[in-house]
């Protein structure tokens, strides 16, 4: 997947819409194994056992959406749950909006529920704020005629107060903090994932990781050494 991304903006190219349904694995064939939950347990019935692909190759699919840099960028792009904070805030976009997109993949895979479960603009600012902390106000001062309406005076989000409902209040104040949620679902590599997805989900594009820079995180390295591979 980042190494697609890598591809795709050597070429000069941005996805924009990079999400799970957008990453096929190049081949249907899968194997059972042992899921070692059960380990306490006999492993004849079938239930103990998962189902994992054979290979763990992708390929990134739907290039509808996709740019060129030097072609003129539409003012939304990326679907709702992907969606990079400077889309929202209409403050432009380029390849870091496919990197933030990135980042929330990871944390879905890494969870097995979308980072951002929302379907308005506000109630996913705040989402970000509650697992990202808040948003700089440089950013929050250049946002656009659209997306000023979001913020009280002093650039503070509009949030609790201007919430939509108490089960907006309720979506957001359940997510836990970045390295907490990737925490409570992996038990190695923790640190090195939370490093490399902090890079991936800088709310400022320039600071965001580059494709070939995050693959040469230690995240990634020392699984190529596991594995005897160099990159």
Sequence with gaps: ??????????????????????I??????????????FLSRSVKDGSYFKT?????????I????????????????STRHYRAPEVILGLGWNYPCDIWSIGCILVELCSGEALFQTHENLEHLAMMERVLGPLPQHMVLRADRHAEKYFKRGARLD?????????????VWKLPRLPNLVMQHVDHSAGDLIDLLQGLLRYEPSERLKAREALRHPFFTRQYRR???QM
């Design 159 to 171: 949030w609790p107060e201007g919430a939509a409902s108490r089960e907006s209040l309720r979506a």
């Design 24 to 37: 096929l694995l190049v081949s249907p064939d899968c194997v059972k194994v042992p899921d070692y939950k």
């Design 62 to 77: 739907d290039f509808g959406s996709t740019t060129f840099e030097h072609q003129d960028h539409s003012y939304v792009v």
């Design 52 to 60: 994992l692909p054979k290979s763990s190759a992708i390929k990134l």
């Design 227 to 229: 594995c005897g591979l």
């Design 1 to 22: 997947m980042m190494l697609g991304a890598l591809v795709m903006h050597d070429l000069r190219l941005i996805h924009t819409d990079l999400k799970p349904e957008n």
